[in-house]
């Protein structure tokens, strides 16, 4: 069945998914410290969690840029540091990052004309210990 339902704080039970997708999804501004909590509650141990993000290896400005309305969170795309931030704070709640981040960016695979932005995705997998 199909629920919406806010991804940090789920009615799920512990441990009830073997795998959970997440994408394009934790830069619409996501408590990214909640939705790690979250996913290493709802995901059993040895399972997965898959991401992905808006994304580029240099900074791109998107302050005061809120395309889905001002009453809606802030643009956001990723930068290096982020990511690794994101996977640190992903440790601390019981994930491991399964490969290598791959963080330099070639070529931009998004051209969003409303807000004059070009960028890419990044895509991480994650296993609960």
């Known amino acids: 069945s199909f629920s919406v339902q806010d991804l940090s704080a789920t009615n799920y039970p512990d441990g009830h998914f073997a795998a959970v997708t997440s994408i394009s999804v934790i830069e619409h501004g996501v408590d990214l410290d909640a939705y790690l909590r979250e996913m ?50 992903a440790e601390e709640v019981g994930f491991r990052l399964v490969t290598p981040l791959g963080l330099t960016t ?24």
């Open 106 to 129: 070639h070529e931009r695979a998004v051209r969003w004309e409303r807000v004059d932005r070009e960028y890419t995705f990044i895509y991480f997998a994650l296993r609960r210990d």
């Open 40 to 89: 290493a509650r709802v995901i059993r141990p040895g399972g997965w969690l898959l991401t992905s993000t808006d994304y580029w290896s240099e900074p791109i400005d998107c302050s005061g840029i809120f395309p889905y309305g001002e009453d809606q969170p802030e643009m956001k795309v990723f930068q290096p540091h982020e990511i690794e931030g994101l996977c640190k704070r």
